[in-house]
């Protein structure tokens, strides 16, 4: 039997306000948040991996955040140091402002949980 794996790509080059949504009666562990620009940005202002919850905002928590343009950053893959998993309806937000514009593809990588 294989694993149930759901990825979500996007790409852009503006805002970044990017996510994955848990399919309802579904419950999915996060594997990995990748993201890569064509050019690194150079404007410092953070990425963000933001846990939504479907109950409401205030049980959303901050996952992962850094600034790609301080590091002269193209590639990031982030990948949670502990199990954690989401049930249907939640989602996992990315969030850049990308004031320089850059080209972006990002891949949000869940697998679901048995």
Do not use: H
């Not at 150079?42 to 905002?57: A, C, K, M, Q, Y």
């Amino acid at each position: 039997m294989g694993a149930s794996v759901f990825k979500v790509n996007a790409n852009g080059g503006g805002a970044m306000t990017d996510r994955a949504t848990v399919p309802a009666g579904g419950c999915y562990r996060l594997m990995s948040v990748a993201l890569v620009f064509q050019v690194a940005p150079v404007t410092s202002e953070n990425f963000t991996v933001t846990l939504d919850s479907r109950i409401g905002p205030t049980w959303d928590l901050l996952l992962y955040s850094v600034d790609p343009g301080g590091g002269a950053l193209t590639d990031i893959l982030w990948q949670p140091d502990q199990e954690l998993f989401l049930e249907g309806g939640d989602a996992v937000l990315c969030e850049y402002p990308n004031t320089d514009n850059r080209q972006y593809t990002l891949q949000i990588t869940l697998k679901a949980v048995p």
